[in-house]
C-alpha cells in the first residue's frame, strides 16, 4: 500500500474522537523523551510496501547508533480508520503517524510534548503543523508539494507541450488526450476514496499564505473564483466531460500506479510524494520512469504557479509509551539518517536538508512555493469544529465521491445545486463554530 497523506491541515480536518479512556497520563514521569535511550519500540507505520525491505535496513542501522535499543514495525494497511480506533486504548506503539483524525486541541491527549515550537523550528521544517500552545508533537517523515502527476509521454503523443495554466486549459488538454490516444485522462480514484481528498491539498494556488484562516470564516467557499469552487469545479467538470475512468466504483490505488506508469493512464492529482511510486510502476511495466513528470496545478495568481508545501504525516511518541527516550531517538534519526525523505522524491523535514529532485523540476517551471500557514489560538481546532458540524469532510472522500456520482449522472443535481448545498452547510457552520 502507499503512503496517503496530504495536506498538512488535514490534521486539524475530520470529525473528533472518543475519548474515553484517554485522559492523558501514560508513562512513569522520570521517562522523559531527554534520558538514555533503551529498550524495544514499536513504530507503527502506514508504508506496508516498505516494511520489510526498506524499514529493516533502518532499524539495522539505528539500532547499531544506539545499542540499547531494538525497533520493531508494525504495517498498518487501512492506517487512518485502525489507529483511530487504538487511540481509544492504551495500545498503539511507541512511535506513529499522527492520525488526520486528531485535531490540534487532542494532541496533549495522545502524544508526547517534543519540545517548544521556537526550539524545534530551529532544526525541522512543517512543525506548526502538528501543534498546540506553543508545543510541537509531531515531525514530519519528509515533506510534499501539492500539484499533479502525469506520464509525459502520453500528453507529448496528444501534442501537449506547455503547461496548462488555466482550468479550461487543463480541461482542454484532458479532451485532447481523450480524443488522439487511447489513455484515460484523468484518474479519479474514486473506490480507494482516499485519493479524492487529495485535491484539498491546492490551497495555496493563489500565493496567499493564510488561505486556510480565510476558509474557517467564510460562508461560501464554493463561490465562483474561490479556491473551493475552482478545484471542485474542475473535478466535477472532469467527470461530467467523461474524462475520467468509466467505472469510477471499480478503480483500485495499486493497480493505477501501474496504469499511469505504463501509459494507461495520463493524470492524477496527487501530492509529489507519488512521483516516485509512479516512477517504480513505470519500471515494473517495463517503461521508463523518465515517462513521470510532475507539474504545478492549473491556476496562476498574477502569471505566477504556487505549490502549496507541507508536512506529510508527522511522527510521534505515545503518551504510553514506556521508552520514551528510545522513541524520540528513533524520531530524530528517522528525519536525520535515514534518507528517506530524498529517496521518496520528498522534501527534508529538516531545515538545512536536501530536497529530491523533482522539486529542482518544479521550480524550472516557474513554481513558487507556499506554505499556507495553520490557523493559531482559539481558531486552531474551528476547520475541525466546522467540518463536523457540517459534515462536509474537506480531507476524506464522501463529499467528492458525491460530487463524481452528481458528476456522472449516477446521483441527482447538477454543479450548480450542489455547490449550493455545499456553501449553505459550511456557511451555517461557520456562524455556529465562531458563536460558540
Known amino acids: 500500500m502507499a503512503k496517503k497523506h496530504i495536506f498538512a491541515t488535514a490534521a486539524m480536518a475530520v470529525v473528533g474522537l472518543a475519548l474515553a479512556g484517554c485522559s492523558g497520563g501514560g508513562a512513569s514521569s522520570d521517562n522523559t523523551i531527554d534520558g538514555k535511550p533503551s529498550g524495544e519500540i514499536t513504530v507503527l507505520t502506514q508504508r506496508t ?22 525497533v520493531k514495525f508494525e504495517a498498518i494497511k487501512d492506517y487512518e480508520g485502525q489507529v483511530k480506533t487504538r487511540l481509544n486504548t492504551k495500545s498503539y506503539g511507541d512511535v506513529l503517524a499522527i492520525p488526520n483524525t486528531v485535531s490540534p486541541n487532542q494532541l496533549s491527549t495522545f502524544f508526547e510534548p517534543l519540545g517548544s515550537i521556537d526550539k524545534l523550528s530551529k532544526t525541522y521544517r512543517f512543525v506548526t503543523e502538528q501543534a498546540y500552545s506553543g508545543k510541537g508533537y509531531g515531525i514530519a517523515i519528509t515533506g510534499n508539494a501539492q500539484g499533479i502527476v502525469y506520464n509525459k509521454k502520453v500528453w507529448a503523443a496528444a501534442g501537449l507541450s506547455d503547461l496548462p495554466t488555466t482550468p479550461d486549459e487543463f480541461l482542454s488538454d484532458l479532451k485532447a488526450i481523450k480524443s ?32 486556510s484562516e480565510a476558509l474557517i470564516t467564510d460562508k461560501s467557499p464554493w463561490k465562483p473564483g474561490k479556491y473551493q469552487y475552482v478545484t471542485d469545479g474542475i473535478l466535477f467538470d472532469a467527470v461530467h ?121 518544479l521550480k524550472k517551471a516557474g513554481t513558487n512555493f507556499i506554505e499556507v500557514k495553520v490557523p493559531a489560538g482559539k481558531k486552531a481546532a474551528w476547520e475541525s469544529a466546522e467540518v463536523k458540524t457540517s459534515e462536509v469532510d474537506l480531507y476524506g472522500p464522501i463529499y467528492r465521491q458525491k460530487m463524481v456520482d452528481i458528476a456522472r449522472g449516477a446521483a441527482p443535481g447538477d454543479k450548480n445545486s450542489y455547490f449550493a448545498e455545499l456553501n449553505k452547510a459550511w456557511g451555517q457552520a461557520v456562524s455556529d463554530v465562531a458563536a460558540g
Not at 182 to 199: R, S
Not at 250 to 265: F, H, I, P, Q
Open 241 to 361: 466531460e467523461k474524462l475520467t475512468e468509466a467505472d469510477p466504483t471499480t478503480t483500485d490505488w495499486e493497480s493505477s500506479k501501474g496504469l499511469l506508469g505504463s501509459g494507461k493512464v495520463a493524470t492524477m492529482v496527487l501530492g509529489s510524494w507519488a512521483v516516485s511510486q509512479m516512477q517504480d510502476a513505470a519500471k515494473t511495466a517495463g517503461a521508463s520512469p523518465d515517462d513521470i513528470g510532475y507539474m504545478p496545478y492549473p491556476v496562476q495568481s498574477k502569471g505566477k504557479f504556487y505549490s502549496t508545501i507541507s508536512g506529510d504525516y508527522k511522527n510521534a511518541i505515545s503518551k504510553y509509551s514506556q521508552h520514551k527516550a528510545a522513541a524520540w531517538a528513533w524520531i530524530k534519526w528517522f528525519a536525520a539518517k535515514s534518507n528517506y525523505s530524498y529517496d521518496q522524491g520528498g522534501l527534508s523535514p529538516l531545515v538545512d536538508g536536501k530536497d529530491a529532485p523533482i522539486y529542482t523540476a
Open 49 to 70: 510496501d516498505l516494511v520489510n525491505t526498506t524499514f529493516k535496513d533502518y532499524a539495522a542501522e539505528f539500532e547499531k547508533a544506539y545499542p540499547g535499543v531494538t
Open 180 to 211: 488522439k490516444t487511447d489513455a484515460i485522462p484523468l484518474y479519479t480514484n474514486y473506490k480507494d476514496g482516499w485519493p479524492l481528498t487529495q485535491w484539498e491539498g491546492n490551497r495555496g494556488i493563489f500565493g496567499d499564505e493564510n488561505a
